[in-house]
């Protein structure tokens, strides 16, 4: 049956946004036009069919393609019951931050039957981003990719592929999301885990084997060439191992930013982070099996199912199409935190002429953030709590008026600005947990001045239990100077921090009982919003905002927002 599977598919669709209207040159580059509709659209997989939030009816979404320097304007219009916003993950929104996408945050979601322009211009960077849903889970379905090519006539600083892959890794549930996290919260655990993984939409011949449908992505290529896979991990919560059997990957770009090439085995993305990578077909004409599985070093529940795609040789003979020929990857073990921790210190930015690595060389402002799991008080859950998550023990609650609305306007009582600098009680993070395993609650905010130099560690805990959290911080690229297992220790740690070419992103994971120290310039005023980027422990209060004040210049304040800015 895998077989029969397997050969039916044998050639791929892309599927490229409808230009909405003609293209306006400007000075610094393109405008373009892409036009979202929200609505719900039936599909299939794992053998059940089920109707999803998409995007213009396709899973994943359209992708965006756009070059540096270009301005990019997005009509969003929502067809569907749930309020929803789009959050263009890893675009800097300088001073565009009603353009940035999360609920609450910076807008007010968009709501049945309405529609909003985002509105940004891509400046400074190339490479790969994706955009997603940004309210409740909606991201499982509501997900694609965002492609920036470099501005005409500049060329990549690594050699000139072939043809460019994107290659989306993301999570299935044959459930209603949303019923998902909502039962576990009503009941006080952890959600059920998805179903299967998948690569572009699909979970691949080994999760679908005793179904009738063809559920696999197939990849032609030709030997002696070069292709550049785009790989997202949109997943919701699961760091994941990528890998394409007999073949050796070159890196070359992590979150939008060129790196130090390096070979590797294998990938390791967490949710929120991007990866470019050149791929040589130079191996024995066949099919070989591209593999997606997680990464878990931490005693939590994951989906532990692998999806597979095929990369498919066009000269390889007929021999090779049976399903027990295709060459199977050596996925490094679920629980491999070495090989993970060898690929995260392989990553160098590259720091050359052309793309320097503009480390913070001093800090204005140190910050120390324990990231982790805890408890609330539940009265209506069968033990009297349930799983909740702090930054510095605070657990974030969701205002009802956006953040930014609230701060570019002055309302008062929205939130405030006291979010703790440095854990309230310090204690050993990574050992014996505390006596009080609860969180308190509150809409928090840390005020930095403009362009002042933020050093910010994240220290993970093991209140619950030690976990991985890759962390996001909208509105910012960052450098990731240093990090350890255990605790972090301010007199010993910083003596080995690298401030010449770290890896530059915009999506952190902390180690599993371990921590991260990041640098950041605080040059975009704005509210932003800093947060876990597992679903679920964003969902249980995993995430803060930081207030950038403005600066004194006339190009150093926030623009005042659009007409249509969502209500709420």
Known sequence: MMGRIVNSVLTTVTVFLVLLSVSVWTVEGKTRHYNFHIQLKNVSRLCHTKPIVTVNGQFPGPTIYAREGDTVLINVTNRVTYNLSIHWHGIRQLRTGWADGPAYITQCPIQNGQ??????????????????????????????????????????????????ITLILGEWWNADVEAVI???????????????????????????????????????????????????????????????????????????????????????????????????????????????????????????????????????????????????????????????TNFSNSIRS????????????????????????????????????????????????????AL????????????????PDNPPTPFNYTGTPPKNLFTSKGTRLTRLSYNSKVQLILQDTSVLTVDNHPIHLHGFNFFIV??????????????????????ERNTVGVPTGGWTAIR????????????CHLEVHTTWGLKMAFVVENGKGPNQSILPPPKDLPKC
Not at 368 to 394: M, P, Q
Not at 404 to 419: P, S
């Open 350 to 401: 590259l720091n050359s002429a052309q793309y320097p690595a503009k480390v913070p060389q001093t800090v204005d402002r140190n910050l120390l953030f324990t990231v982790g799991l805890a408890l609330d008080s539940c009265a209506t859950c069968v033990s009297g709590s349930r799983a909740s998550a702090a930054i510095n023990n605070v657990s974030f609650v969701m205002p009802t008026i």
């Open 404 to 419: 930014l609305q609230a701060h570019f306007q002055n309302i008062t009582g929205v939130f405030t600005k006291d979010f």
């Open 115 to 164: 529609s909003y322009t985002y509105n940004f211009t891509i400046t400074g960077q190339r490479g790969t981003l994706f955009w997603h849903a940004h309210i409740l889970w909606l991201r499982a379905t509501v997900y694609g990719a965002l492609v920036i090519l470099p501005k005409p006539s500049v060329p990549y600083p690594f050699p000139k592929p072939n043809k460019e």
């Open 182 to 340: 909502n039962a576990a919260l009503k009941s006080g655990g952890a959600p059920n885990v998805s179903d299967t993984h998948t690569i572009n939409g699909k979970p691949g011949p080994l999760g679908t084997f005793t179904c009738p449908i063809k559920d696999t992505f197939v990849l032609p290529v030709e030997q002696s060439k070069t292709y550049l896979l785009r790989i997202i991990n949109a997943a919701l919560n699961d760091e994941l191992f990528f890998d394409v059997a007999s073949h050796h990957l070159t890196v070359v770009e992590v979150d939008a930013v060129y790196t130090k090439p390096f070979d590797t085995k294998s990938v390791v993305i967490a949710p929120g982070q991007t990866t470019n990578v050149l791929l040589h077909a130079n191996k024995n004409p066949g099919r070989y099996f591209m593999a997606a599985r997680p990464f878990m070093d931490a005693p939590v529940p994951v989906d532990n199912r692998t999806a597979t795609a095929i990369l498919q040789y066009t000269n390889a003979p007929n021999s090779s199409f049976s399903s027990n020929m295709i060459v199977m990857p050596q996925i490094p073990a679920p629980n491999d935190t070495a090989f993970a």
């Open 520 to 531: 950041f310039t605080a040059d975009n005023p704005g509210v932003w919003f800093m947060h």
């Open 482 to 503: 240093g990090s350890g297992l255990g605790n972090y220790n301010p007199n010993k740690d910083p003596a080995n921090f690298n401030l010449v070419d770290p890896p």
